[in-house]
């Protein structure tokens, strides 16, 4: 398995981030997406201030991917964190995890934030895993019921 970063408009990256829309929105709504509701979703909540983008691969497989955003100073937001189904429960998601968080510090970011769904129950449950902190919201989003923090400088220093 390798992670590498691309932009977050290359073929590969808007293919697999429809992909993860179908998944989190299939949830959402109890059924497979439409491709309007894929691109209605895409465009009420765009990836372009994505600052890094990594897919994860298998051979010319993709796996999954996760993004990187820096709202503030010092502060970088995981979003697009997706895992195909075919490949959840191998340790991809936090290699991902892991990836985001040294890529952020790297550039700069002393804190990790995201926000999830209730019914991402294995999001949520990776993201406490790792040493996330739930917190009170931190803004108006969409779509998202639970926020969580983590120091990413002092976690690199253990």
Known sequence: MKITRLPVDH?????????????????????????DEIDRALAEDPSDDVVLFFLARQGEQVLGCVGVRFPEPAVAELTRMFVKPAARGTGLASA???????????????????????????????????????????????????????????????
Request: overall charge negative; hydrophobic content about 40%.
């Open 11 to 35: 073929p590969e990256a808007v293919a697999v981030l429809r992909e993860y829309v179908d998944d989190v929105a299939g949830r959402y709504y109890g059924r497979q997406a439409t491709d």
């Open 96 to 158: 991902l995890l892991r990836t985001a968080e040294e890529e952020a510090a790297r550039n700069g970011a002393q804190v990790m934030r995201l926000d999830t769904r209730s019914d991402l129950v294995e999001a949520r449950a990776l993201y406490a895993k790792h040493g996330y902190q739930e917190v009170e919201p931190y803004g108006e989003r969409l779509y998202a019921d639970h926020f969580f923090v983590k120091n990413i400088l002092a976690a690199r220093r253990v």
